[in-house]
């Protein structure tokens, strides 16, 4: 199975810029379609961002948009969320995750069920 590696969490002032990265162990990702998720505490995850295989299409939560953006390095294998413009309400754990399936990608980026792998998250938090 792909096992994917989160990086870049950690603590940060509202209005604050954090990157956080994904990068596989042992697999290759640049074929595949990724995307990031969040869950903050007592709540469900929820879809924030996604890129396809290509690097050429990418989709956001409108909470984050403009105020995030996703890449891919495909030569490095390495998925990137940067983030901006930061709030309190983007503090939660974030995942990423590789779609195995890239027929349906285009209409069910945003669902958490569309997706085969994840890792184990990083923690983002957001002060007031």
């Known amino acids: 199975q792909v096992q994917l590696v989160e990086s870049g969490g950690g603590l940060v002032r509202t209005g604050d810029s954090l990157r956080l990265s994904c990068a596989p162990v042992?697999?290759?990702?640049?074929?595949?379609?990724m995307a990031w998720f969040r869950q903050a505490q007592g709540k469900e995850r929820e879809f924030v961002s996604a890129?396809?295989?290509?690097?050429?299409?990418?989709y956001y939560a409108e909470p984050v948009k403009g105020r995030f953006t996703i890449s891919r390095d495909k030569d490095q294998n390495t998925v990137y969320l940067q983030m901006s413009n930061m709030k309190p309400e983007d503090t939660a754990v974030y995942y990423c995750?590789?779609?195995?399936?890239?027929?349906?990608?285009?209409?069910?980026?945003?669902?958490?069920?569309?997706?085969?792998?994840w890792g184990r998250g990083t923690q983002v938090t957001v002060s007031s």
């Open positions: 995750a590789v779609d195995t399936d890239p027929a349906r990608f285009t209409h069910f980026y945003s669902l958490t069920n569309e997706y085969t792998f």
């Open positions: 042992g697999h290759t990702v640049n074929l595949l379609d």
């Open positions: 890129i396809n295989w290509k690097g050429d299409s990418t």
